[in-house]
């Protein structure tokens, strides 16, 4: 029989470490409900100390999820290990995740401490977190430039101290293949207790090498692999958990493992977060992208009509694609719009939110024939989006634009109780929306990303716009979904603005930024 591989989501801390990525509370809740539907093994809510928005999230996300092990993330230090345990009190299952530097540069240049210290360290830190749980997970930051000796020693030393899982980080994706691989057999062989624990990699993306790292890595014995969904996190990202899975599904005549993940549900998952953070995934990415499992060449349409698996390694519906397509309209009742929000994984908190709910779906379904499970996703966080406390609101937007004009833009704003307007040329009339906006509340930001995403096929689908706006070092983005495009981007850049106008109470550590 396969061993099984456990799937380690980091969607919810590593992930969120994506310049302008940030989710809200219910925002992570709902990832964690879907990863939970996955059958994700354990899930990493966050980073506890790190401010009290995490703390909140990671609280929250224990209390919502029950088939899954929700893991709060602590440097090797007694406070972040005592805030991380608060948070996590509320798991049916908690693992605490304790971390810190072993490479020669991190120890000298970042920690400024002797390796023995760094062991001595990390020792107590494990026995220290064996005190609120006896799932204990270390973690060797940037273990792919460590020395391999060094290492064995921190890795036996940590297990015996009561790590039950200990994880050999690519922190900064330099390592490649071969060679990690080989780190991981070298540690499994070398370290005389490595049979009292699982062996885990967390790779990064920066030389496009975290799948394969992680691969080679399992190929070689690890059984615990952490990645995100889409590949989303810091810099180039993580490895993708659904290219992680479907490998392993896909080539068990390479893997002697397999993973419990419920394929069939990694598409939603995939639209779910790439919804939330606004990342739209590119069509040609593995598995989940658009393009995943579209024939255009001659040759390959003529193969897959004679026989699928001439150019197709995985069934579409495998991963989810079909699995979801049920359409709903606008004499679709309140018990079809509430089954189909179950199914696709998206519980609303009472029937009050159920209600306003199905008011913005009838609303949208008066403007477009068919609503997708995709238009459903876009629908609850536009809500979300609503019920959030915004000092700028909306009110009306009117806009001109056409052959031989110059766009122009009317906007009335409500800021902080009083009403507001202004009127502005453009280079185009969403150029020429945002200079009202700007007109009204001045904000000072710069415009860093503007990208539009059709939700849905069809010439009445939603827009749906991402807006990022970065000022004095502070990095937001803004979400926004209409049928009108020039709606949804006004709706995006206020969203944007109001996250900058209200106070930022979420810190990251440097040491935050690690594995």
Same mark, same amino acid.
């Given at each position: 029989?396969a061993?099984?591989?456990?799937?380690?989501?980091?969607?919810?801390?590593?992930?969120?470490?994506?310049?302008?990525?940030?989710?809200?509370?219910?925002?992570?809740?709902?990832?964690?409900?879907?990863?939970?539907?996955?059958?994700?093994?354990?899930?990493?809510?966050g980073?506890?100390?790190?401010?009290?928005d995490?703390?909140?999230?990671?609280?929250?996300?224990?209390?919502?999820?029950?088939?899954? $092990?929700?893991?709060?993330?602590?440097?090797?230090?007694?406070?972040?290990?005592?805030?991380?345990?608060?948070?996590?009190?509320?798991?049916?299952?908690?693992?605490i995740?304790?971390?810190?530097?072993?490479?020669p540069?991190?120890?000298?240049? /970042?920690?400024?401490?002797?390796?023995?210290?760094?062991?001595?360290?990390?020792?107590?830190?494990?026995? #220290?977190a064996?005190?609120?749980?006896?799932?204990?997970?270390?973690?060797?930051?940037?273990?792919?430039?460590?020395?391999?000796?060094?290492?064995?020693?921190v890795?036996?030393?940590?297990?015996?101290?009561?790590?039950?899982?200990?994880?050999?980080?690519?922190?900064?994706? #330099?390592?490649?293949?071969?060679?990690?691989?080989?780190?991981?057999?070298?540690?499994?062989?070398?370290?005389?207790?490595?049979?009292?624990?699982?062996?885990?990699?967390?790779?990064?993306?920066?030389?496009?090498?975290?799948?394969?790292?992680?691969?080679?890595?399992?190929?070689?014995?690890?059984?615990?692999?952490?990645?995100?969904?889409?590949?989303?996190?810091?810099?180039?990202?993580?490895? *993708?958990?659904?290219?992680?899975?479907?490998?392993?599904?896909?080539?068990?005549?390479?893997?002697?493992?397999?993973?419990?993940?419920?394929?069939?549900?990694?598409? *939603?998952?995939?639209?779910?977060v790439?919804?939330?953070?606004?990342?739209?995934?590119?069509?040609?990415?593995?598995?989940?992208?658009?393009?995943?499992f579209?024939?255009?060449?001659?040759?390959?349409?003529?193969?897959?009509? /004679?026989?699928?698996?001439?150019?197709?390694?995985?069934? *579409?519906?495998?991963?989810?694609?079909?699995?979801?397509?049920?359409?709903?309209?606008?004499?679709?009742?309140?018990?079809?719009?509430?089954? $189909?929000?179950a199914?696709?994984?998206?519980?609303?908190?009472?029937?009050?939110?159920?209600?306003?709910?199905?008011?913005?779906?009838?609303?949208?379904?008066?403007?477009k024939?068919?609503?997708?499970?995709?238009?459903?996703?876009?629908?609850?966080?536009?809500? *979300?989006?609503?019920?959030?406390?915004?000092?700028?609101?909306?009110?009306?937007?009117e806009?001109?634009?056409?052959?031989?004009?110059?766009?122009?833009?009317?906007?009335?704003?409500?800021?902080?109780? /009083?009403?507001?307007?202004?009127?502005?040329e453009?280079?185009?009339?969403?150029?020429?929306?945002?200079?009202?906006?700007?007109?009204?509340?001045?904000?000072?930001?710069?415009?860093?990303?503007?990208?539009?995403?059709?939700?849905?096929?069809?010439?009445?689908?939603?827009?749906?716009v991402?807006?990022?706006?970065?000022?004095?070092?502070?990095?937001?983005?803004?979400?926004?979904?209409?049928?009108?495009?020039?709606l949804?981007?006004?709706?995006? #850049?206020?969203?944007?603005?109001?996250?900058?106008l209200?106070?930022?109470?979420?810190?990251?550590?440097?040491?935050?930024?690690?594995?």
């Amino acid at each position: 029989m396969a061993d099984q591989l456990l799937v380690f989501d980091t969607t919810l801390r590593d992930g969120e470490q994506s310049p302008g990525a940030s989710m809200t509370c219910e925002e992570k809740v709902r990832i964690a409900r879907a990863l939970e539907r996955l059958r994700v093994d354990v899930i990493e809510a966050g980073f506890p100390i790190a401010s009290p928005d995490d703390f909140k999230a990671v609280k929250a996300v224990a209390e919502a999820v029950t088939e899954s $092990r929700v893991c709060g993330l602590a440097r090797a230090l007694t406070k972040d290990i005592d805030r991380a345990a608060e948070a996590l009190k509320p798991a049916r299952a908690a693992r605490i995740h304790t971390f810190i530097a072993t490479s020669p540069i991190h120890m000298r240049e /970042k920690l400024r401490m002797s390796p023995e210290a760094v062991l001595e360290g990390a020792v107590k830190a494990v026995r #220290y977190a064996r005190q609120f749980t006896d799932d204990v997970e270390f973690s060797a930051e940037d273990a792919g430039r460590s020395d391999p000796d060094f290492l064995c020693r921190v890795m036996e030393a940590v297990i015996s101290a009561g790590a039950r899982t200990v994880n050999i980080p690519d922190t900064v994706g #330099y390592s490649v293949p071969a060679q990690f691989g080989e780190l991981i057999a070298m540690l499994k062989n070398r370290v005389p207790n490595a049979d009292q624990a699982i062996f885990s990699v967390h790779c990064h993306n920066d030389l496009g090498l975290a799948v394969a790292n992680s691969l080679a890595a399992v190929y070689h014995g690890a059984r615990q692999v952490e990645c995100t969904i889409n590949g989303l996190g810091e810099r180039a990202g993580n490895a *993708a958990l659904e290219e992680i899975v479907m490998a392993v599904r896909t080539r068990q005549d390479v893997f002697q493992c397999d993973t419990r993940i419920e394929t069939p549900h990694i598409v *939603a998952a995939s639209r779910l977060v790439s919804t939330i953070t606004g990342f739209a995934v590119q069509p040609n990415k593995a598995i989940v992208g658009a393009n995943a499992f579209a024939h255009e060449a001659g040759i390959h349409q003529d193969g897959v009509i /004679k026989n699928r698996e001439t150019y197709e390694i995985m069934r *579409a519906e495998d991963v989810g694609w079909s699995a979801n397509r049920m359409v709903l309209g606008k004499h679709s009742g309140r018990n079809a719009f509430r089954a $189909r929000l179950a199914e696709i994984g998206i519980t609303l908190k009472d029937d009050a939110a159920l209600n306003q709910a199905f008011e913005r779906f009838k609303d949208l379904a008066d403007k477009k024939h068919e609503i997708f499970d995709e238009d459903l996703q876009a629908l609850v966080s536009e809500g *979300a989006l609503e019920e959030a406390v915004e000092p700028v609101k909306l009110v009306t937007l009117e806009t001109a634009s056409g052959t031989g004009t110059k766009p122009r833009a009317d906007v009335r704003l409500i800021w902080n109780g /009083k009403e507001h307007e202004a009127h502005a040329e453009g280079g185009g009339p969403v150029d020429a929306a945002f200079r009202a906006i700007e007109g009204v509340v001045a904000s000072g930001a710069t415009l860093q990303l503007y990208a539009v995403n059709a939700i849905t096929s069809g010439t009445d689908a939603q827009g749906e716009v991402t807006v990022r706006l970065e000022r004095q070092g502070r990095i937001v983005n803004g979400h926004g979904a209409d049928t009108d495009i020039v709606l949804a981007s006004a709706k995006a #850049y206020l969203n944007a603005v109001n996250k900058l106008l209200i106070p930022d109470n979420r810190t990251h550590p440097q040491l935050h930024r690690g594995m």
